[in-house]
């Protein structure tokens, strides 16, 4: 996403800690998100990531550090006259107004002409497709329906930022992907800075330009989905964004080649470029399983090991490979009538060089 | 957390503050005094318990006490009685009286037990009803309402519900898995009764029973109306009433009933903390039931429709003598008519005027104090906010005949500016004295409102833009409407029939509310018609506002609320 010079940053928040009582939940975070961005707020329940949305929506305990929106730092402003729009994860959608009423709270607040707020809270229910339905009480809709009021409720303020707290969660799967999707196209008709929080790494996938995963209060690494999949900066990063192998051990330089030797004594050819580290990770795709005694090039790391466990998952057969005592995990594509190992045959592994990352921890 | 205050603290700070002066002057203090006054010499003024010495001494105040403390106890015996078996039925066995069950338990409570003790003595006295058809049928008679066993009787009657309901809520929450594991153990009949269903149900009877007894032991009414005076709340406004705010016994009386009253709130509180043995699992609920054969079936009505009679019988023998002529050593009245209607509507109408306008201002002081306090407490981080909680609550551990003493004394001399009269004797003290007592009420009910307000719909107000105050005004508030009302509801209904405290504070005839009326008129025994009348117009006022408050309770509340009892004290 391109930064424009003129414009300064959607929002920045500069060494930001949070306590409840005694327990730090948001440890020194600092983060530049850019105007019109998607941005997305991906970790495991308790990392402090909607702890971070309702901090810059000005809820929860004062935190100290700054956030800077367009610039201007709104830390010491009541949540009110912050103008980030929030739609929360269960609507809060008031049960004693109309889905009009609702909408129009915002701008009515705002003092606005009458005229004024008629017009644009039909533009706002018109864009979620839901103007049939304005005299309706929130508990006569259904979920996805209910949703998209929290929505329209929320932009028709036309905010400078929006913040949406797991907002699909209380959907069923089906609706959540078209959910989505509208949720994404929305956001780019609008070009509006929108940050999203999501325990689900497909959904923080498949909608954000970049995101953010936090652990523990921490954020461990920052960048566009692809570029974090296929480099995390970390373990943790490696795992929670899908399933990874994970060996440990350390790197050892002989004076031909390069060679990873794991703890339980297995050496492991990598490529140039790595000097030190405590753990290789590969992920289950960029592994090959093949007979034993098939021989590999040079683009190839090759272990030897033994099947432990099969599953069939429809589009793929995922292996567990005992190789030397590590659990290796081969994701090997199905296809119709090819022949397939059991339990206990002996096989060759051959792990692309090129995806092996060595991480220092 | 810091003292200095944050703008968006101030508003709620100033309102803590107000409500805190207002319990500060009219709970605390008034209270206090009573104690104090009770340890303090009258003569020297010096602390002393001499006071309490002489109040043991005293032959007559020993038999007040232990005549409260009997008929307190034994009040609990019999409302026992009533309520086991009911309970017992309604969880047991697949019985088509359940919803009958059910209506006995509310239908006591809309009738205070002052109101109805005149006519139960028309019913079941040495002269009653009952005992005519009794003496007339087997030649004997049973001394039903004989001094004692008059208020026992009345006062078990009228409070049994508690029990009753506290009870049934027990057995129910038992999980049939908790019965069926003991079987599957080797337990069945009366063991398995008595070591697994009789000790999860204990503490809800316990609670219950707590309840039943302080209630009784701090009654006023039932015992003055049925002409037993050598009880100890009945001491405590004779001696304040003929001897004067002077002598230190009422308050010794006092000290005493506010202790027994802590004492057994603390003893219901002691029986539910830590033992909440809800145990029902998903999809299970209550113990195993079982059909009735066809002559259990009879035993059961039976017994239903005996206690069913006792109960409505004040209600009946309260219309029969509101419509009745004479009724005097006779089955029932002579003839009837609507004269004493007449009567109240030509003569008495101030009783109602006043207790409309009481009842309507206490009610409505009471909902705003509530809904305050309950915004403070759960929705502020405000240093100390428990304590408007706590202290708004201690209104109930106060016996009304205290609150009376208490006003009596602190305010007699605190002279109104304007009208030139002391406050004690000024009609608002009643208001006032009607709004600490039936605070409680109010604000269990707006405190229950304000936890079904979800936080997160008044944090999407403030992120639209809505300021602490608007969103109070646009959301909190419409949205606790339905606990705000049924809290105005129940207080008005319940202070329309306050007696004990405004027995106290009335101070001319004009002033009187409903309850007073009918304390006068039951007085003499041409009154006794219009009095009837008066109680009859009462029970119609608590009844219709109990009906309201559930309605609108049921309406509001789509979340199923546990069980809890809302009952007057007069």
């Known amino acids: 996403m391109m930064t424009n010079a003129h414009e300064p940053a959607g929002v920045v928040i500069e060494d930001l800690n949070l306590s409840f009582g005694d327990t730090h939940v948001l440890k020194g975070v600092d983060l530049t998100i850019n105007q019109g961005e998607f941005f997305a707020f991906l970790g495991p329940s308790g990392s402090g990531k909607s702890t971070l949305l309702r901090a810059i929506a000005g809820f929860g305990p004062t935190p100290t550090g700054r956030i800077l929106i367009q610039g201007h730092d709104i830390a010491d402003l009541p949540p009110w006259k912050r103008d980030v729009g929030m739609v929360f994860q269960s609507y809060a959608l008031w049960p004693h107004m109309t889905v009009r009423k609702n909408v129009a709270f915002g701008l009515e607040e705002r003092s606005l002409p009458k005229l004024e707020i008629n017009e644009r809270v039909e533009k706002a229910l018109d864009m979620v497709g839901l103007v049939d339905l304005a005299d309706r009480r929130p508990s006569q809709l259904s979920g996805g329906q209910q949703q998209r009021i929290a929505l329209a409720r929320t932009i028709v303020i036309e905010p400078k930022v929006l913040l949406l707290d797991e907002p699909l969660s209380n959907l069923d799967a089906n609706l959540r992907i078209q959910m989505r999707r509208d949720i994404r196209e929305l956001q780019q008709k609008l070009q509006l800075t929108t940050i999203f929080v999501t325990h689900d790494q497909e959904e923080a996938n498949t909608t954000s330009d970049r995101m953010a995963v936090l652990d523990q209060g921490v954020i461990q690494q920052v960048g566009a989905p692809i570029e974090l999949y296929d480099n995390p900066a970390n373990l943790f990063v490696a795992k929670f964004l899908g399933t990874a192998n994970i060996i440990k051990g350390s790197v050892i330089t002989n004076e031909s080649s390069l060679v990873f030797r794991t703890d339980r004594g297995m050496d492991i050819a990598l490529n140039q470029g790595y000097t030190h580290g405590r753990s290789i990770v590969f992920r289950p795709q960029n592994v090959d399983v093949c007979a034993a005694g098939t021989g590999a090039g040079d683009e190839h790391a090759k272990l030897n090991g033994k099947i432990e466990h099969m599953e069939f998952l429809g589009s793929i057969i995922r292996y567990g490979v005992d190789v030397n005592g590590d659990t290796v995990l081969v994701d090997h594509a199905h296809k119709m009538g090819e022949s397939i190992f059991q339990v206990g045959d002996s096989v060759d592994l051959l792990v692309d060089r090129e995806s092996i990352l060595v991480l220092a921890a | ?570």
Request: glycine share 8%.
């Open chain 2, 1 to 570: 957390m810091s003292l200095q205050l944050t703008s968006v603290q101030r508003g709620p700070a100033v309102a803590g503050l107000l409500i805190a002066l207002f319990l500060l002057l009219f709970l605390v203090v008034p209270v206090g005094q009573v104690i104090f006054v009770a340890f303090q010499d009258p003569h020297t003024g010096e602390a002393t318990i001499i006071n309490f010495v002489d109040f043991f001494r005293n032959s007559l105040f020993r038999e007040s006490f232990f005549n409260s403390f009997y008929v307190a106890s034994m009040s609990v015996v019999i409302a026992s009685i009533i309520s086991m078996p009911l309970a017992y039925f309604t969880t047991r066995f697949n019985f088509g009286g359940t919803a009958l069950i059910q209506t006995l338990g509310i239908i006591p409570l809309i009738m205070p037990p002052f109101v109805g003790a005149v006519a139960m003595q028309l019913l079941f006295g040495a002269n009653g009803s009952v005992n005519l058809l009794l003496d007339e049928w087997f030649g004997f008679t049973v001394p039903f309402m004989e001094g004692l066993n008059g208020v026992i009787f009345v006062e078990s009657i009228h409070y049994f519900p508690f029990i009753l309901i506290n009870l049934s809520a027990a057995l129910s929450n038992i999980d049939r898995s908790m019965e069926e594991s003991a079987q599957n153990l080797g337990a069945n009949g009366l063991r398995l009764f008595r070591r697994i269903v009789f000790p999860l149900a204990m503490p809800g009877y316990v609670a219950g029973a707590a309840l039943v007894f302080i209630k009784v032991f701090d009654d006023l009414g039932t015992p003055l109306l049925l002409n037993v005076n050598t009880m100890l709340a009945p001491q405590a406004y004779l001696r304040v009433t003929s001897i004067g705010i002077s002598d230190p016994m009422g308050y010794v009386i006092s000290v005493i009933l506010v202790a027994f009253s802590l004492l057994s709130l603390w003893v219901s509180m002691r029986a539910l903390k830590g033992k909440d043995y809800a145990t029902v699992q998903k999809g299970g609920g209550g113990l195993m039931k079982r059909d009735l054969r066809s002559w259990e079936k009879v035993g059961c009505y039976g017994v239903v429709i005996l206690i069913l009679l006792l109960v409505l019988s004040p209600h009946f023998g309260l219309l029969l003598l509101s419509f009745g002529t004479i009724w005097s050593y006779a089955v029932l009245p002579d003839a009837f008519t609507i004269a004493h209607y007449i009567t109240v509507f030509s003569t008495a109408t101030q009783y109602i005027t006043n207790t409309l306008l009481y009842a309507g201002l206490a009610a409505l002081f009471d909902v705003i104090l509530a809904t305050a306090i309950a915004y403070v407490v759960w929705r502020t981080d405000l240093v100390g906010r428990k304590w408007l909680d706590y202290g708004a609550t201690a209104a109930l551990a106060v016996p009304g005949v205290v609150i009376g003493i208490g006003y009596l004394r602190t305010f007699h001399s605190v002279d109104v500016p304007l009208i030139d009269q002391p406050l004690a004797s000024w009609w608002v003290i009643i208001v006032i004295a009607m709004t600490v007592r039936r605070l409680p009420y109010a604000l269990r009910s707006c405190v229950a409102a304000i936890q079904q307000v979800s936080v997160m719909l008044e944090e999407a107000a403030e992120n639209l833009g809505a300021t602490k105050s608007r969103t109070v005004w646009r959301i909190v508030i419409p949205l606790m409407s339905g606990g705000i009302l049924a809290g105005f509801v129940t207080s008005f209904a319940t202070a329309a029939v306050e007696l004990s405290a405004t027995i106290m504070l009335v101070s001319r005839e004009t002033d009187a509310p409903l309850a007073y009326g009918i304390y006068e008129f039951m007085q003499s025994a041409a009154g006794r018609g219009p009095g009837a009348a008066l109680g009859v117009i009462a029970v119609l006022f608590v009844g219709i506002g109990t009906y309201a408050s559930h309605v609108i309770i049921e309406r509001s509340n789509k979340v199923r609320e546990p069980k809890s009892i809302i009952a007057e004290e007069t």
